[in-house]
């Protein structure tokens, strides 16, 4: 199974995260470990950690980093205009616009590492409730899908449209944890929570309309893999996302409303 890597990386510049997949492999179990066994061993014995001043900072970086990522990206896609939108593929190597493309690229998917810190601090503060299916199987898509793609398909290319909503998504739901981790819990009343939610399942409707766009056009060359890929992911996600809306902002509205009564 694993003479697949022996392949050369789709580009050559060979950085942290991108090659081999034994560090990515280990991240991600020690992630699961962590989360599922040793951080609630950990914790069992200890009252939760107070973090608001770490997700302070926390929250704060990550809105700098992905909204700086966002903004260069836009410039990028809609000024410099390396791209055609219709059918993006990945720039040669020669191109003057492949560095840019590579840094922007690899940016992204290093920060879906830091992601992962989400978790860990729900641990610490013991607010279990809060790792969900979803919650784990999405912070663990994007580590490793970020891997594969660029592993054999290389920086940038079709799943930069995505790429550039999720960093949108991101600024919007880190500016949220950043406003809620700073209010104690009884006083939360957040009427744009549920919103969130349907902005998450937006992007992964554009990005399933973008995705048939493409294997429209006539001649492109998008890899068929990487299309099939974008599209059962973001169905996957959006079916996921939205039986999360339904239970937890439409069958709840009832019970809010008798326990109220």
Known sequence: MFEVFNRPPADPVQLPLAVGPWPVILIVTGYLLFVLKLGR??????APYDLRVVLKVYNLLQI????????????????????????ITVLAQDNP????ERVLSYAYYINKYFDLLDTIFI????????ISCLHLLHHLYMPITGYFVIRFNGYGGHLIVAGVLNLFVHVVMYSYYYISSQ??????????????????????V???????????????????ALTQMSLLAATAL???????????????K????????
Request: proline fraction near 6%; include cysteine; glycine fraction near 0%.
């Open 41 to 46: 061993l950990f914790m069992a014995n200890r």
């Open 64 to 87: 700098v980093y992905n909204s700086t990522l966002f903004m260069l990206a836009i410039y990028v896609i809609f000024v410099v205009r390396p791209f055609d939108l219709n059918c």
């Open 97 to 100: 616009f492949k560095r840019v």
């Open 123 to 130: 641990v610490l503060r013991k607010s279990y409730k809060q």
């Open 183 to 204: 209010i104690p819990p009884a006083k939360r009343r957040f009427w744009w929570k549920e919103y969130i939610t349907i902005l998450q399942m937006l992007q992964f």
């Open 206 to 224: 554009i990005v399933f309309a973008h995705t048939i766009w493409t294997l429209m056009q006539p001649k492109c060359e998008v890899p068929k």
């Open 238 to 252: 959006f079916l996921m996302f939205a039986n999360f809306y339904t239970h937890a902002y439409i069958l709840a």
């Open 254 to 261: 009832p019970k809010k409303k008798q326990i109220n009564d």
